[in-house]
């Protein structure tokens, strides 16, 4: 598959917000959680349909997901990734905690199980190795057995804080102008064939703006920082990526995707916003906006 590349990958505790597409087998495939261009099943991802909803200092995707079966399927497990999994290769970057995530198949309910996967990995010369540990979140549901040709129709839900977007270099005690989130691709990139056809819409709830959110494949180089509520914003969205009065949409066909066609989302915050994780009782009144609207 291929869509401008796209996947999560990092190795410093720093957090980032994020979504990603559902991977088959994500706990099993412990090496390559996200097993970038190789398939694992024969169920193929015939469409996806993404609305990502930004709201103050967190946004919701709903996520619709059509699968083929191009053979015999067997029982088959589904993940999303979450909390610890790598936005990027080489960036301080990691999922936050997905909020109030739920899934359904064929519009019934599934049961989610949270499931941990440590990566081990063994550093430095011979004689002085030295090992890394990090641990990541998959939220995982099943696929029944299928038939060739079945059609599946696979939804998830759920929220996730936004990150401040902090640019080049920020102060402890600052309040961000911009709020930042990610929409990762990659993790499509398990099944069958390439993805026929990726669409994702991006909508803003009031007092969030429309026209102060911009949109880059993590390709392309990084948005700036605007230096205050005041300072105008540059327009920006991806090759092909459209507007209307109501939505920006991001739309590929025949995707086969890397981490490059990971999407980041960059949002003016109403009024400045201090980064929640040190602020306890901020942090706990936006998760409770967030679940609410997850839960909608």
Do not use: C
């Amino acid at each position: 598959m291929r869509f401008p590349p796209g996947l999560l990958l990092l190795l410093l505790p720093v957090t980032g917000p994020a979504w990603a597409d559902i991977a088959p087998m994500p706990v099993a495939v412990v090496g390559d959680p996200a097993p970038r261009g190789k398939a694992v099943t024969p169920w193929r991802m015939a469409r996806e349909e993404v609305q990502v909803e930004l709201f103050e200092g967190f946004a919701v995707v709903d996520a619709l997901f059509d699968l083929e079966a191009t053979g015999p399927a067997p029982k088959l497990a589904v993940g999303f990734p979450g909390e610890g999994t790598r936005l990027e290769g080489g960036r301080n970057q990691v999922h936050r905690p997905l909020l109030g995530f739920r899934a359904w198949v064929e519009k019934a309910p599934q049961p989610v199980k949270a499931e941990s996967i440590e990566h081990v990995t063994r550093m430095g010369p011979e004689g002085h190795t030295y090992t890394k540990r990090r641990k990541e979140t998959w939220h995982t549901f099943q696929l029944k057995p299928a038939r060739k040709g079945t059609k599946r129709r696979v939804r998830v839900r759920y929220a996730v804080l936004a990150d401040p977007h902090r640019g080049d270099g920020w102060s402890s005690d600052e309040a961000f102008v911009d709020g930042s989130v990610h929409y990762v691709l990659a993790t499509g990139a398990g099944w069958a064939g390439d993805i026929g056809e990726a669409a994702v819409f991006v909508v803003a709830r009031p007092p969030v703006s429309l026209d102060a959110v911009r949109i880059r494949e993590l390709r392309e180089p990084e948005i700036d920082k605007r230096p205050g509520p005041d300072a105008a914003v540059t327009p920006r969205m991806p090759p092909g990526a459209t507007r209307t009065m109501k939505a920006l949409r991001v739309g590929r066909t025949s995707l086969e995707p890397e981490t490059g066609d990971n999407l980041q989302i960059v949002f003016a915050n109403p009024s400045p916003r201090r980064a929640v994780d040190g602020f306890p009782a901020e942090r706990a009144k936006v998760e409770a906006a967030a679940l609410a609207e997850a839960g909608r």
